[in-house]
């Protein structure tokens, strides 16, 4: 079975002025479709780094990485960004919801990104908060929601180029 992401020698390092700081060495990770992997270390190792580079916010130092059997370990700030609009979808810690917008608009930011248009923006974004339980909370700003809310906005948003069917 061909894996949705593989991992192979992956390293990263960072220098700040002359300290060489080796973050990930030699990492190495399949994870095919429906595999539910969790990630654990302690605090400092490593584990945010990694996961930026499987969501291609980042780029290892040296290794490769094929996302959907795509090498995108190589590949410049244009084509990630692009990668990440179509196949990653990310929940982040602190959720990133953006204050000015209310729920709904938080949640169609992408699909703005995509050059997709108004109408089809509403039509894909509105169901997500049925999934997520917040249909009644769809107009309301991030200030106005709890964060258990606010989470399940992200994860409406971080599905949103998921089809529904």
Request: proline share 2%.
């Amino acid at each position: 079975m061909d894996s949705i992401i593989s991992l192979n020698n992956i390293q990263k390092t960072y220098s700040i002025g002359q300290v060489v700081v080796n973050v990930l060495q030699s990492i190495i990770l399949k994870i095919n479709k429906n595999d539910f992997v969790v990630i654990t270390r302690s605090s400092g190792l490593g584990k945010t780094t990694l996961m930026n580079i499987i969501g291609c916010l980042d780029t290892p130092t040296s290794g490769e990485y094929y996302l959907n059997n795509q090498l995108v370990s190589g590949l410049g700030d244009d084509e990630l960004a692009g990668i990440r609009n179509k196949e990653v979808g990310f929940v982040f810690q602190t959720f990133y919801l953006l204050s000015r917008y209310n729920a709904l608009e938080n949640v169609m930011l992408s699909l703005i990104y995509a050059g997709v248009n108004k109408n089809d923006r509403i039509a894909r974004a509105e169901p997500m908060f049925e999934i997520v339980g917040l249909k009644d909370r769809i107009h309301h700003k991030p200030n106005e929601l709890s964060g258990g809310q606010r989470q399940r906005v992200a994860i409406a948003r971080a599905h949103i180029n998921v089809p529904l069917a």
